[in-house]
């Protein structure tokens, strides 16, 4: 999967070292969930859960001028997608609706 856009209008470069650690999505509740982990050594998790349905995928990542990039052995998680730090420290993954996640370690 590839979700791309642009905006030209910030072009605040974030710092690699700021994405690491987890990040939950805003909107996760009981029966939904959505958390990146990006560990130190540019590995990193995707958990996902939708009611009874769930799904977790490792992947190794990279970032440039705000582009983050995962890759999976087999591509079951690839993504390139530009991101963010917003101004409350939340990540936002910008594709077609700006995802918002809380750093939760």
């Keep these: 999967m590839i979700l791309s856009c642009s905006n030209d209008d910030d072009e605040t470069q ?10 939950l999505r ?26 009874s349905f769930t799904n977790s995928s490792d992947f190794n990542w990279t970032t440039e001028n705000n582009i983050l990039t995962t890759t999976t052995d087999d ?7 530009p991101y963010q730090i917003n101004s409350d420290g939340q990540l936002v993954l910008a594709n077609d609706s700006d995802l918002t996640y809380n750093k939760i370690e």
């Design 14 to 23: 974030v710092a690699e070292n700021e994405l690491i650690g987890i990040w």
């Design 26 to 51: 805003i909107d996760s509740n009981d029966t939904f969930e959505e958390r990146y982990t990006f560990n130190s050594n540019q590995t990193g998790n995707n958990y996902f859960l939708d009611g």
């Design 75 to 81: 591509d079951s998680f690839d993504i390139t997608v």
